[in-house]
Every structure is written in C-alpha cells, then in structure tokens.
T-cell receptor, first 111, second 115 residues
Framework: QKEVEQDPGPLSVPEGAIVSLNCTYS??????FMWYRQYSRKGPELLMY????GNKEDGRFTAQVDKSSKYISLFIRDSQPSDSATYLC???????????FGTGTRLQVTL | DAGITQSPRHKVTETGTPVTLRCHQT?????MYWYRQDPGHGLRLIHY???????DKGEVSDGYSVSRSKTEDFLLTLESATSSQTSVYFC??????????????FGPGTRLTVL
C-alpha cells in the first residue's frame, strides 16, 4: 500500500462547478501538506501549502487538512477551463528532506 | 520556473549509451532533486543533493548516478541507458529541509526516449 493515495481520475466537471480533490495518507508523522498543479508537458508548480490541520484559502482555492482522518482536500470554486490540469498532493514530516507525492488527479473543466 | 533550467529538453538515444541530464538553478538553493514521472506512478525520487558533493539515493536510484560540483548544477547520469528509463525527468530545488522550507520548485522537464 502506498503512503499517499490519490484517485487518478480523470475528473470532468462543467465550468463554474466546485471541484473537490482528495488524498489520503498513512504516515501520521506528516505535518506539511502541499498541492501542486501540473499542466500538460510542464513541470509541477506549487499551488497551496498548509501546515498541520485546518483550512487555508487563496482566491478560488481552499486547502483543507484533517490529520485525525489522514485526509487532505483541495477545493476549487467557480472552476475555469484554465484549471484543467493534473493536481498532485505532496507531504512531508517535520524532519525529512524528501516529499512524498500522490500520483495526481487529472481534472478537465469543460465549457 | 523559479530560475531552474534543464538541458536537454528532449533527447532520443539508444540502449546502452550513456546519457547526462543537467539541471541548473539561479536561486542559490541548497537542496536539489531529480525525479522521474511515469503514467500510473506519479513523481518518483531518483537522487537528491543537500549540498555540494553531498548526495543521497531516492526510491528508484538503480541505474542512475548524480554529481554536484557547484551549488547551481546537478547532473543526472544514466551510465548505460535502458528502455525502462524512457520517462520525463524533472529537477526540483528547495531552500532547506524539514518543515516549511521544503517547498520544492520544479524545472520544465526533460523528455528522454531510449530506443
């Protein structure tokens, strides 16, 4: 079983929909959680970064961490075709120097 | 791409030939990483460096070696390329280790095909 599980999708939604992307993990030592967005044939870019449990909002994006359930989410409000990309979750303990990535969820926002 | 370049961006080579990929950064970040990305596997760490001449293995290091003689350059070498090493290779950098300093920033990638 992988340390981080992420549904690969693809997930197809209409423009304007609320999107929920999720990851589950098994290592309770993870403390820092990130979401990366990767457009086709590009490198991943950091989208959101959170520490421990709670919510963090940035424009149309909200990252949520529930450490008790070992579950993290990324919500996208008012989704746009430009949000079409692969979204990867990543996490790390407080002392490690290596991120653990999910496999990524491919999102398609249609007009 | 946060001051990270990779070269070459595309390469086609034959089985058994040596291949070297270069990652160059202008951010003066201490940590540098090499990943490969394959369908169904996501990003997998090959090797990483935590300083000049300081490197360590990742989860898929077999068949790869690395070197870092300067802060800004991190080289990935396939000593004898195999078809299983056909992949997209990404370099990443971060300012530190542990906690909030491990936000990693990625380069544009190198698409390698081994025939």
């Amino acid at each position: 079983q992988k340390e981080v599980e992420q549904d690969p999708g693809p997930l197809s939604v209409p423009e304007g929909a609320i999107v929920s992307l999720n990851c589950t993990y098994s290592n309770s030592a993870f403390q820092y959680f990130m979401w990366y967005r990767q457009y086709s044939r590009k490198g991943p870019e950091l989208l959101m970064y959170t520490y421990s449990s709670g919510n963090k909002e940035d424009g149309r994006f909200t990252a949520q961490v529930d450490k008790s359930s070992k579950y993290i989410s990324l919500f996208i409000r008012d989704s746009q075709p430009s949000d079409s990309a692969t979204y990867l979750c990543a996490m790390i303990t407080g002392t490690a120097s290596k991120l653990t990535f999910g496999t990524g969820t491919r999102l398609q926002v249609t007009l | 791409d946060a001051g990270i370049t990779q070269s070459p961006r595309h390469k086609v080579t034959e089985t058994g030939t040596p291949v070297t990929l270069r990652c160059h950064q202008t951010e003066n970040h201490r940590y540098m990483y090499w990943y490969r990305q394959d369908p169904g596997h996501g990003l997998r760490l090959i090797h990483y460096s935590y300083g000049v001449k300081d490197t360590d293995k990742g989860e898929v290091s077999d068949g790869y070696s690395v070197s870092r003689s300067k802060t800004e350059d991190f080289l990935l070498t396939l000593e004898s390329a195999t078809s299983s090493q056909t992949s997209v290779y990404f370099c990443a950098i971060s300012g530190g280790a542990g906690g909030p300093y491990n936000e990693q920033f990625f380069g544009p990638g190198t698409r390698l095909t081994v025939l």
